[in-house]
T-cell receptor
């Protein structure tokens, strides 16, 4: 069974204090790893898709990287508006269509 | 363009009532997904449509849950005889094709069963 584990569960940063969020996964094969941001009371908002080990993608202060067993979401010089829950998810390798298995998320709080 | 929309945004039901939750996917999106999200958890898969065909309903927790997408566009998730454990946020997502494309989520419907 596919599993996705995210750490830490919660993270509190000062504005400008860079850090990384971890997403580790156990799947038979990877058909993509998705990162989403979720604000309270809203649906997940798509950030990145990564498909192969070594791949990196950037958007503003966020950079996602992928290895064979885990992905990192690096946040550089975060601002309070980056506060949200960050979710990662993977589709099944075979048989399960395209349903996503999500981790429980990392709740990020960036303070002034 | 317009994103995925869901209605109602909030629903309060008495235990035993039936509820219907609506999802309008992005126009032209072939695939539609329903997820359930409990407080402090990630979304959990319920069911998946490709056009009007329900290809996977393995995540539906009981036979009280039923979903349909009769014309391959709008979808409805129906819960019969609601129970307190059904209280959660129900998220709908759509994707352009039938492969592992990016899923775009709606705002969700928060269901509270009293």
């Amino acid at each position: 069974e596919d599993q996705v584990t995210q750490s830490p569960e919660a993270l509190r940063l000062q504005e400008g204090e860079s850090s990384s969020l971890n997403c580790s996964y156990t799947v038979s094969g990877l058909r993509g790893l998705f990162w989403y941001r979720q604000d309270p009371g809203k649906g997940p908002e798509f950030l990145f898709t990564l498909y192969s080990a070594g791949e990196e993608k950037e958007k503003e202060r966020l950079k996602a990287t992928l290895t064979k067993k885990e992905s990192f979401l690096h946040i550089t010089a975060p601002k309070p508006e980056d506060s949200a829950t960050y979710l990662c998810a993977v589709p099944p390798w075979t048989g399960g269509g395209n349903k996503l298995t999500f981790g429980t998320g990392t709740q990020l709080k960036v303070e002034l | 363009g317009a994103g995925v929309s869901q209605s109602p945004r909030y629903k309060v039901a008495k235990r035993g009532q039936d509820v219907a939750l609506r999802c309008d996917p992005i126009s032209g999106h072939v695939s539609l997904f329903w997820y359930q999200q409990a407080l402090g958890q990630g979304p959990e898969f319920l069911t998946y449509f490709q056009n009007e065909a329900q290809l996977d309903k393995s995540g539906l927790p009981s036979d009280r849950f039923f979903a349909e997408r009769p014309e391959g566009s709008v979808s409805t998730l129906k819960i019969q005889r609601t129970q307190q454990e059904d209280s959660a946020v129900y998220l709908c997502a759509s994707s352009l094709g039938g492969g592992p494309d990016t899923q775009y989520f709606g705002p969700g419907t928060r269901l509270t069963v009293l």
